[in-house]
């Protein structure tokens, strides 16, 4: 049983505290306790099947769409548990949004994208302004302008990311959730969506999901390692080996799983 290493970290905006993740009766993550600072980036690293993506869909509650996913031990937000009685789920996800690995804009066009979960959420303010902040802070404004009533499915792959971040800010969370948002990019888009995380940090909390250990280390200021192991069953359990800042995680970490990861042994 491996206790993570954690960093001394004095204000929290998310915190998991002895979580445990269930998908029917079979335990997927086990044991996971983490702090998430406040307008930071934090990583999650680790091989296929550690869990990195499970725990992040707890922080949004987005695992509750699973039939048979079950958390146990807590997480809150703010101090806030976030699976408490009369925690509503939708408001959860308003608070801390999602962007997932492929880029998926509604069938609508640029403007609408931004603006439907806005009005949805009871936008009462210049929706025009909204669309266009938005879409300035998710660095696509200037190959957007001219033509925002287009369907967002005709811009290139790494458009379309940014139009899923911009439509993730224009609700006002306060948490972006990042599932692997560049593993379906070139890498020119892929630093664009890069530069763009380290513009966001300084008003968001930003947790990134990525297999990707140069990105971890290029845009996170902390890293969560992962790693899993294989039940009788075949199954594998995922937890938290090693919790640090991104500097420390990869060059001297303190487990020796996490040496041979981000050294290239396993994974």
Not at 7 to 28: C, D, F, H, M, Q
Not at 97 to 119: C, T, W
Request: aromatic share 8%; charged share 25%; hydrophobic share 35%.
């Amino acid at each position: 049983m491996v206790n993570a290493s954690h960093p001394t970290i004095t204000e929290t905006v998310l915190r998991t505290k002895n979580l445990n993740v269930y998908y029917g009766s079979s335990l997927a993550v086990r044991d996971v306790s983490l702090d998430i600072p406040p307008r930071q980036i934090v990583a999650f690293i680790g091989p296929s099947g550690c869990g990195k993506s499970t725990v992040l869909r707890c922080f949004n509650r987005t695992n509750d769409l699973i039939p048979g996913a079950r958390v146990e031990g807590k997480v809150t937000f703010h101090g806030k548990d976030l699976y408490g009685k009369g925690v509503d789920p939708v408001e959860v996800r308003r608070r801390i949004g999602m962007v997932f690995q492929k880029p998926n804009p509604f069938p609508k066009s640029i403007y609408e994208n931004i603006a439907f979960g806005a009005r949805i959420n009871g936008y009462k303010g210049n929706m025009d302004e909204l669309v266009e902040t938005s879409l300035r802070k998710a660095a696509i404004w200037d190959e957007v302008k001219d033509k925002l009533k287009q369907s967002g499915l005709g811009l290139s792959g790494g458009q379309q990311q940014r139009l899923c971040i911009a439509r993730a800010i224009a609700i006002e969370p306060e948490v972006i959730l990042m599932d692997e948002p560049c593993s379906a990019l070139d890498p020119i888009s892929t630093l664009r969506v890069e530069e763009l995380m380290q513009e966001l940090k300084e008003q968001y909390t930003i947790v990134i999901v990525t297999h990707n250990m140069q990105q971890a280390t290029r845009v996170s200021d902390y890293t969560a390692f992962y790693n899993a192991e294989a039940t009788e069953g075949g199954n594998k359990i995922g937890y938290l080996v090693e919790y640090a800042p991104t500097e420390q995680v990869f060059n001297n970490p303190m487990e020796q799983a996490t040496r041979d990861y981000v050294s290239g042994r396993f994974g």
